[in-house]
């Protein structure tokens, strides 16, 4: 069976440092990958998707860039992280041909102070 | 432009009770619309999922209903307990490869004892 993998759970990082979360997809291959981010009480805003290794969208212009250096592994960095960038975010992944139904990872909840 | 409009934004019900939450959709290629349930914490997970060939689904207490022509679509929840208190997310894509969904904001849920 597919499992997501994302982490980590929580982290509280200081304004201006670097920021890398890792996302691990395992039991399919060429899988769709996306980066939510989710802010308080609030929906769910769409910031990266990638259909394949290297391929990057961006939905929202922003602070953040995201790597898919791996066929299963997406990645989301920031270089200096801002007050602004604290919320919950979340990986998931969906199949490459067929039903479009995305399946979450557990989320990381990133608080920078 | 928000294509997906998800009301209520919270719902307060007894046990036993029904909650409904509905959504409204614009683009008319959509045509895949899944619900899902987040703890607090927690990923969403996909809940229960419909297509425009069927203007019901259920699957145990959850019930999607569908309205092609209204371009809405709602979740009712029968015999609500306690532990479906959650936040529920409506969604649409077209239910193509790579196509990405589309949330609705939210609807948080409390299920009172």
């Known amino acids: 069976s597919q499992t997501i993998h994302q982490w980590p759970a929580t982290l509280v990082q200081p304004v201006g440092s670097p920021l890398s979360l890792e996302c691990t997809v395992e039991g399919t291959s060429n899988p769709n990958l996306y980066w939510y981010r989710q802010a308080a009480g609030r929906g769910l805003q769409l910031l990266f998707y990638s259909v394949g290794i290297g391929q990057i969208s961006s939905e929202v212009p922003q602070n953040l860039s995201a790597s898919r250096p791996q066929d299963r592994q997406f990645i989301l960095s920031s270089k200096k992280l801002l007050l602004s960038d604290s919320g919950f975010y979340l990986c998931a992944w969906s199949v490459l041909s067929g039903a479009a139904e995305a399946f979450f990872g557990q989320g990381t909840r990133l608080t920078v102070v | 432009q928000q294509q997906v409009k998800q009301s209520p934004q919270s719902l307060i019900v007894q046990k036993g009770g029904i909650p409904i939450i509905n959504c409204a959709y614009e683009n008319t290629a959509f045509d895949y619309f899944p619900w899902y349930q987040q703890f607090p914490g927690k990923g969403p997970a996909l809940l229960i999922a419909?297509?425009?060939?069927?203007s019901e689904k259920k699957e145990g207490r959850f019930t999607i209903s569908f309205n092609k022509s209204a371009k809405q679509f709602s979740l009712h929840i029968m015999d609500s307990q306690p532990g479906d208190s959650a936040t529920y997310f409506c969604a649409a894509s077209k239910g193509t490869s790579g196509s990405r969904l589309t949330f609705g904001e939210g609807t948080q849920l409390t299920v009172n004892p």
């Open positions: 419909i297509r425009p060939d069927v």
